[in-house]
């Protein structure tokens, strides 16, 4: 059986490498393209490319879907999706997490890869169910990590329970470049004993292990597995794409991906990595084997967090102390996955116990929510005394947490009514208030200074 490819260099490998600053009209021109080579899919949206478009691009990422969508005809679109968080950095209430995957669906999306920070498949139960409901197809993922509650056993169960609750298949999101080959061709193996969809496998090559996890694991018989053209892949991005379908050409695993096709979309995307080295928006330095990352599970773009925060602090010098004080709080925290946006959260209360020199002196907001429960359930039980030291009295959130969340898209609706110019608007004034807000307020300027050019911006939506 042939092994099918999801390309990332529309979202992940640029988010990874570049902080997500590659626009829509970098990507039109070489979109035709790509829908010719053979791809499985191509994921292009979610993750951070939404907040990206609205905060640094002066983008409307629903008009970027279409765009997308309008180009590639004969490919399936995918994106990745937080679960109760959507894209953003908060639970939010059900009725939004509907609206979105309801939105995504008919702008374009053919699959939902839906995870929850935390492997809290509570967290998940609505967005799997609204995305069956709209026709998508529901890719469960879970977010792979390695602790003393974290093993084949865990991860399988999990994946069961996935597949049990409607997934249509099951992504294995390694999104520090954590597993190492032979632990994937086990994980891969389990899997496929214990469940009876297709299993896809994200990872990045972050460690430098990529390219040989991605093998050993199509070995054991996984079915699809993300890369990145190689312009734009290793580092902190995904494993390149092309010595890949070289390396299974004539085998039982050959992809069936037209080579010259590919060869075409690395022409395209060549000059464009250069001139993003030159603009210093790609830093050489996210390119390099980073085997530190296994010790202390940071991914590319938390590191790179962390970098900055240390740096503003005036105290870069104590880097490594933070890193090595990020094992610890995620042990304190009962083991999270560390991505967005766990990552986040461990790393800065980390940043906090080095540069105060005493741990836990002060306390982030976003902490204490973790411990009380806001985000879900961790992986391992938190120490009663751990707990009480960090929420004192609070009440501990045992339930889901969006189960305390009331319906809000009237009342977003309500707010920012005067900015509507579409449906989408307010989801994307949901997600990121202020800074859609500014967003909105730009686009009508610009309408009103360049009404003759602009009237028909508002483009039609593409049921699919």
């Known amino acids: 059986m042939g092994i099918k490819i999801t390309e990332t260099v529309l979202r992940d490998s640029h988010q990874s490498l570049l902080a997500t600053r590659m626009t829509t009209e970098q990507m039109v021109p070489i979109l035709k393209k790509m829908d010719e080579v053979g791809y499985h899919s191509l994921e292009c949206w979610g993750g951070a490319t939404f907040d990206a478009c609205l905060r640094f691009l002066n983008e409307d990422p629903w008009k970027r879907l279409r765009i997308i969508r309008d180009h590639v005809k004969n490919t399936k679109l995918q994106m990745l999706f937080r679960g109760q968080n959507i894209l953003g950095y908060r639970h939010y209430a059900d009725d939004v997490v509907e609206y979105f995957v309801q939105k995504s669906i008919a702008n374009g999306i053919n699959i939902m890869r839906i995870f929850d920070a935390l ?10 169910d609204a995305t069956k409901k709209e026709g998508g197809h529901v890719q469960a993922a879970f977010s792979y990590t390695t602790s003393p509650v974290h093993n084949n056993a865990y991860f399988a169960q999990y994946a069961k329970e996935l597949q049990e609750m409607g997934a ?3 992504c294995i999101k390694d999104m520090a470049g954590l597993l190492k080959p032979y632990d994937a061709f086990e994980l891969v193996k389990t899997l496929k004993e214990t469940i009876s969809i297709p299993v896809q ?15 050993k694991a199509i070995e054991a018989g996984v079915d699809i597995v993300d890369t990145a053209i190689s312009p734009f892949a290793m580092g902190t991005s995904q494993p390149p794409t092309e010595p890949l379908v070289a390396t299974l050409s004539g085998t039982p695993y050959d992809t ?40 202390y599970q940071v991914p590319g773009g938390m590191l790179s967090n962390l970098v900055s925060q240390m740096k503003q602090a005036g105290q870069s010098d104590k ?3 933070v890193l090595e004080e990020v094992p610890r709080v995620r042990e304190d925290a009962g083991y999270p996955p560390l991505v967005t946006p766990t990552s986040q959260i461990v790393g800065t209360q980390a940043v906090f116990n ?6 836990y002196r002060t306390i982030t907001k976003e902490f204490k929510g973790l411990i009380r429960g806001e985000y879900g ?30 319906p809000e898209l009237e009342k977003l609706r309500s707010e920012m009514k005067e900015y509507i110019e579409q449906d989408e608007d307010v989801l994307s004034y949901a997600l990121f208030e202020q800074v859609a807000t500014r967003f909105f307020i730009k686009r009508r300027n610009e ?9 028909s911006i508002q483009d039609k939506i593409h049921v699919v």
């Open 256 to 295: 069936g991906l037209h080579v010259s096709k590919l060869d075409e979309v690395c022409k395209y995307f060549s000059p464009l990595r250069d001139q993003y080295i030159e603009s210093g928006l790609l830093d050489t330095k996210v390119l390099k084997v980073d085997v530190n990352a296994l010790m």
């Open 447 to 455: 309408r009103y200074n360049f009404d003759g050019e602009n009237s």
């Open 119 to 128: 492997n809290d498949k509570r967290n998940l139960r609505v967005s799997i």
């Open 168 to 170: 249509d298949s099951i």
């Open 319 to 321: 880097l490594a102390k």
């Open 354 to 359: 080095v540069i105060m020199g005493e741990r």
């Open 201 to 215: 496998l994200h990872t990045h090559y972050t460690s430098g292990l990529a390219s040989m996890t991605v093998l």
């Open 377 to 406: 359930k961790t992986p391992a039980q938190i120490s009663p005394a751990f707990r009480k030291q960090i929420i004192g009295d609070d009440e501990s959130i045992s339930g889901r947490p969006a189960d305390a969340l009331k």
